[in-house]
């Protein structure tokens, strides 16, 4: 199983990125997937979630009203629209799949880790 995460790079303030994480996974639908970062220095943190369905989601407060995650169940795809991106934005960004919903605001226990993708925003 791989998680491929893309579309990350370098952008001005208030400049916006599409990410999308392609999942070779055989059930996408039964997972809900997630997107974290890590930015220099500091831990993981959640940014958002999806359910399987695509009916629920989460943000953290710190993205909320800027980015929108959304997914393509025939695509096997995630993605995280990123608008309005601030300096604070910058970090590798992954995508995570899990079945249990518990979980995915947190990031223990994930069934999947892809590898990030790095957005750096300047100032």
């Known amino acids: 199983v791989q998680l491929q995460a893309c579309g990350g790079g370098w952008v001005q303030a208030g400049d916006s990125l599409r990410l999308s994480c392609v999942a070779s996974?055989?059930?996408?639908?039964?997972?809900?997937m997630g997107w974290f970062r890590r930015a220099p220095g500091k831990e993981r943190e959640f940014v958002a979630t999806?359910?399987?369905?695509?009916?629920?989601?989460v943000y953290a407060d710190s993205v909320k009203g800027r980015f929108t995650i959304s997914r393509d169940n025939a695509k096997n795809t995630v993605y995280l629209e990123t608008d309005s991106l601030i300096p604070e934005d910058t970090a590798v960004y992954y995508c995570?799949?899990?079945?249990?919903?518990?979980?995915?605001?947190?990031?223990?226990?994930?069934?999947?880790w892809g590898k990030g993708t790095q957005v750096t925003v300047s100032s």
């Open positions: 995570a799949a899990a079945t249990r919903w518990a979980t995915m605001t947190v990031g223990d226990d994930m069934d999947y």
């Open positions: 996974i055989s059930s996408f639908s039964d997972y809900h």
């Open positions: 999806i359910s399987w369905s695509g009916q629920t989601t």
